[in-house]
């Protein structure tokens, strides 16, 4: 590790230098940078009053020696960088050498460290800015920062601070930032003599389980893409688990916590489609790239940046985000490890016989609804020398509840889908394959449908007839009030005509052709897959069920329907259990 010392005037005068320490996290943010860019593999964290009456940062890093003591609580001084170059190539979390001097400038501070092979340690203390001169002292090895009473010689900007418990939980999240940063370092967190967090080493999922809770741990998927230089990894909150507010999104960009519009945008449009209304996703991501590809000077919190290739970063967070997110319920399970059975084996359904729900369907629904899915074989009973069929992740159907829900048997307990958001799904999936693979092919109709019209759908069914033709639908004008629907998409030959021409017709006058089939093609293809769904209240029979979790295992993002609603969920056999008591 390098040598502090002070920095040139002509490189001060290239740092986006300010005030660092608005509020008692400020100081701990930066005393944790410190201490991270030392080196240490243990922090402990210890606070009075929310941090207003002392904070105290101990660490086993390098250490000061005793000649650069001085210099830490001197403004510019810094080990980090020492030209220009360096500052456009930084690699450490710190860098402008102002973090102690402002601390000691607005609080009491005291300064001891000791550096590895010296006989003991050394303390600096200051009062406002005012050093006092070297003092032996004892401590093992590292560094620690004590500050006490902040703001006691600025009255005023003190009364700017609010309760401790507000401050507090300021510098709980400044913690928990850095501690989801380096799962690689210990943290320990104590206020007014309590402990708080006691964190050991730990992969980033244990950690993120620690901080976050197990049940973000549990709703995420982990990624790790890369390209031109560039990648990202992390862990990300699948639909399921989302929050009112934005409280548990973390980005870094080669270890520093940042926030970024850009990047902000792209994680936005990831979620997009399968994240219900104003909800908010969860994820932990790291941006790793060379240093020289991304400007950490712009603000003095240093909580933004700059990239030089922004779209590349874009385009690799919304692509990785997006294969992580769309994997099929089938893909993901399968990578989890298997749940241990407490339970007898589960018998297979997959060939049950129909089962009495009340209503026959016509012979043809089960083939419009679910495509080229072959209809199941009669059961024959197997020797019992063959093993069992390896059970699909949402079981098989057992039976219908009220014409909405489909309820399954799996291996872990009871699946209860919404079978019209869950074939919404597939149908949403299965229109835009269909039109990336410019394949959406029309179904003439037996007999053209038609319907009064107002002059606008009129207008925009003749100066769209390409545009509707590339989405499966033809339209016919028979009178300045009428039109006819002579096609529609094959994978919606079973909806309403009428009223999916006149969704469609909507969209078109509303945002115009080419945008409806360019930037709001998910939009309308969403709009169109809701038309040929399965409606509440309609029969199905058992192989229709099952042939819908079939489909909804192999589909992309079929946690959620279109609308960002869960299509899904599972009470495990423990849950149950619980509920009637069982074991009591």
């Avoid at 960088?81 to 456009?88: G, H, K, R, V, Y």
């Avoid at 507090?168 to 940063?181: D, K, N, T």
């Avoid at 074939?423 to 999936?429: K, L, M």
Wanted: glycine share 6%.
């Amino acid at each position: 590790m390098s040598s502090i010392h002070l920095l040139s005037d002509l490189l001060i005068n290239q740092i986006a230098a300010g005030e660092v320490v608005e509020r008692p996290a400020s100081a701990l943010k930066e005393l944790l940078e410190n201490s991270l860019d030392a080196g240490c593999g243990e922090i402990s964290v210890q606070l009075q009053q929310g941090g207003v009456k002392s904070l105290r940062v101990a660490d086993n890093g390098a250490g000061i020696t005793r000649d650069e003591l001085h210099l830490a609580l001197s403004r510019h001084a810094t080990s980090k960088i020492a030209s220009l170059d360096d500052l456009e190539s930084v690699r450490s979390l710190g860098f402008r050498g102002e973090a102690l001097a402002s601390i000691a400038a607005i609080s009491r501070l005291a300064l001891t460290s000791r550096r590895q092979g010296e006989r003991h340690a050394w303390r600096m203390e200051a009062a406002g800015g005012d050093l006092s001169g070297l003092q032996p002292a004892a401590l093992e090895a590292g560094t620690v920062v004590e500050m006490q009473d902040i703001y006691f010689n600025t009255p005023a900007r003190r009364k700017f601070l609010k309760t401790e418990a507000t401050e507090y939980a300021h510098c709980e999240e400044a913690l928990r930032r850095m501690a989801i940063s380096r799962p690689d370092v210990a943290f320990g967190l104590q206020h007014n003599g309590r402990k708080i967090w006691q964190l050991p080493p730990a992969r980033l999922a244990q950690r993120a389980a620690a901080v976050l809770g197990e049940e973000f741990a549990a709703a995420s998927v982990q990624l790790d893409e890369g390209a031109g230089g560039l990648r990202l990894h992390g862990m990300a909150g699948l639909p399921g688990f989302t929050r009112g507010s934005r409280d548990a999104q973390y980005v870094y960009v080669n270890g520093r916590f940042v926030r970024d519009k850009l990047i902000s945008h792209a994680i936005r449009e990831a979620y997009r489609d399968i994240l219900h209304h104003d909800r908010h996703p969860a994820f932990v991501l790291f941006i790793e790239l060379e240093p020289e590809m991304v400007d950490v000077n712009v603000h003095p919190s240093k909580i933004e940046v700059r990239f030089r290739e922004s779209r590349a970063v874009h385009q690799l967070i919304y692509h990785a985000l997006n294969k992580a997110l769309a994997a099929p319920i089938a893909t993901r399970q399968a990578e989890q490890p298997a749940p241990a059975a407490t339970y007898a084996p589960l018998p297979t359904y997959a060939t049950q016989t129909r089962m009495p729900l009340g209503v026959e369907e016509r012979s043809n629904l089960y083939q419009s609804l679910f495509g080229q899915i072959a209809r199941p074989e009669p059961a024959f009973n197997a020797p019992e020398a063959q093993p069992e069929p390896e059970v699909p992740p949402l079981g098989y159907a057992m039976a219908q509840l009220h014409g909405v829900y489909i309820l399954a048997q799996s291996e872990r307990g009871m699946i209860i889908v919404d079978m019209h958001a869950a074939h919404e799904r597939v149908t949403y999936e299965r229109l835009k394959v269909a039109m990336e693979q410019h394949a959406m092919s029309a179904q003439p109709l037996l007999i053209p449908v038609s319907f009064h019209a107002t002059q606008l759908e009129v207008a925009a069914a003749e100066e769209s007839r390409a545009a509707l033709n590339e989405l499966g639908l033809e339209l016919a004008v028979l009178s300045p009030t009428t039109l006819a629907v002579r096609a529609v998409p094959v994978l919606l030959q079973d909806s309403d005509p009428v009223l999916l021409a006149r969704d469609v017709l909507k969209e078109v006058r509303e945002y115009g052709a080419s945008r409806v089939v360019t930037e709001r093609r998910n939009e309308l293809l969403a709009t169109m897959a809701c038309h040929a769904s399965v409606r509440a209240n309609r029969r199905l029979t058992v192989p229709e069920m099952n042939a819908l979790l079939r489909e909804m295992e192999a589909t992309e993002r079929a946690d959620q329907c279109n609308h960002g609603r869960p299509t899904w969920r599972e009470i495990s056999m423990q849950e149950l259990d619980q509920l009637f008591m069982r074991g009591k």
